[in-house]
C-alpha cells in the first residue's frame, strides 16, 4: 500500500474503471450502507474492538460472538463471516469448522484471514481444511498465500518475507480452488480471482505500526462480500481501507492518534470517494 501503480498484463490498457470496478465498488458501499450486514467475527482477541469499530464506522453491524454454539448460531443469521487465524485458542479453534460448515451451506459468503498459515502447524492443517469450505475470499499476505498453496515460505510469525509478486500464481490457484478471490497484501495489494488481476496502490505506512489493520480488513472484506461479488468485496475493503488510512496519516500525529483517525474517515467515505479512489489506484490484468 504506497505509491505507483506497477505494470501488468492489461485486458483493455484501461484503468479499472473500463471493466467497472469502480462503479461496482461505489455501488457496494451504498448497498452495505443501505442494508446494515450483520458480520460474524471469529476473529484475533488483540483486535477484537478495532474489527468490530470499523464495521461500525463503515456501515455495517459486527457480531463478535466466538462461543463454541454460540458462534454457529451467529453464522445461520449473519450476512457474511470473517475467520481470522490470529489467537487460536481452544474455544476458537472449536468453533471455527462448524461456524465454516454453517455459513457454507446456507451459502452465506465467508472470509478466510490464515494469520501465520505455514509458520504454525495446528492452524496450517485447519486452514486447508477451511479451503475446501470454499471462503468467497482469502485474505493474507504473500507468505501466508503461498503457504496456503502448499509452496514454500520464507515467513516469520505473522510477518511475511515473500513479496507480493512472489505470491501471484499462488494466489490465482487459490481463487480457482475455491471459485472466490483471493486478496494479496503489501506495498502494492494484489486481488485476483484466478483470471483476472487488479494491482491497487493505495495505504499509508501508518498502517504497519498499530495492531489489527490486516484484521480490519478482513472484517471490511466480509462486510463488503455480503453485498457483492467476491472480486468487487476484495478491491473495494482494501481500496476503502487504504484511501481511509491516506487521509486519517494527514492529521494523526503518529500510531497513537490514528486509529481514531481511520474510524472517522472510513466513516466519512463516500462512494463517490471510493469510485475515484478505485479508479486511480488500479489497473486490471490478466497472468502474464
Same mark, same amino acid.
Do not use: I, K, M, Q
Given at each position: 500500500m504506497t505509491s505507483a501503480v506497477p505494470t501488468s498484463t492489461e485486458r483493455t490498457g484501461a484503468p479499472v474503471p473500463g471493466d467497472g470496478l469502480a462503479a461496482a465498488s461505489a455501488a457496494a458501499l451504498e448497498a452495505l450502507r443501505t442494508r446494515v450486514p450483520l458480520v460474524q467475527c471469529l476473529t484475533n482477541e488483540v483486535t477484537t474492538n478495532l474489527v468490530a469499530n470499523t464495521l461500525l464506522a463503515v456501515g455495517a453491524s459486527p457480531a463478535m460472538a466466538s462461543a463454541p454454539g454460540e458462534a454457529e448460531e451467529f453464522a445461520g443469521v449473519a450476512a457474511a463471516v470473517l475467520v481470522n487465524l490470529g489467537t487460536l485458542g481452544p474455544d476458537q479453534r472449536a468453533a471455527v469448522e462448524p461456524t465454516v460448515a454453517v455459513? /457454507?451451506? #446456507?451459502?452465506?459468503?465467508?472470509? !478466510?484471514?490464515?494469520? #501465520? $498459515?505455514?509458520?504454525? /502447524? $495446528?492452524?496450517?492443517? !485447519? #486452514?486447508?481444511?477451511? !479451503?475446501?469450505?470454499?471462503?468467497a475470499v482469502v485474505r493474507g499476505n504473500a507468505s501466508e498465500v503461498r503457504a496456503l498453496a502448499g509452496l514454500a515460505t520464507a515467513a516469520r510469525g505473522v510477518d511475511a518475507r515473500d513479496g507480493v509478486d512472489d505470491a501471484a500464481a499462488a494466489a490465482d490457484a487459490v481463487a480457482r480452488s475455491t471459485g472466490g478471490a483471493v486478496a494479496v497484501s503489501g506495498p502494492v495489494d494484489l486481488v485476483t480471482d484466478g483470471g483476472a488481476h487488479v494491482r491497487l496502490a493505495v495505504g499509508d505506512p501508518l498502517l504497519t505500526t498499530i495492531t489489527g489493520a490486516g484484521c480490519a480488513l478482513g472484517g471490511l472484506t466480509a462486510a463488503f462480500a455480503a453485498v457483492t461479488d467476491?472480486?468487487?468485496?476484495?478491491?473495494?475493503a482494501t481500496t476503502a481501507l487504504g484511501l481511509a488510512a491516506e487521509r486519517a496519516a494527514r492529521v494523526a500525529h503518529g500510531p497513537g492518534s490514528f486509529p481514531p483517525a481511520l474510524l472517522d474517515a472510513?466513516?466519512?467515505?463516500?462512494?463517490?470517494?471510493?469510485?475515484?479512489?478505485? #479508479?486511480?489506484?488500479?489497473?486490471?490484468?490478466?497472468?502474464?
Open positions: 455459513a /457454507s451451506g #446456507a451459502g452465506t459468503p465467508w472470509v !478466510l484471514d490464515p494469520v #501465520a $498459515v505455514g509458520v504454525l /502447524s $495446528v492452524r496450517t492443517r !485447519l #486452514a486447508g481444511r477451511l !479451503l475446501t469450505e470454499r471462503p467476491p472480486f468487487t468485496a476484495a478491491a473495494a472510513l466513516h466519512a467515505l463516500t462512494p463517490e470517494d471510493l469510485a475515484e479512489r478505485v #479508479a486511480s489506484a488500479g489497473r486490471v490484468g490478466v497472468p502474464a
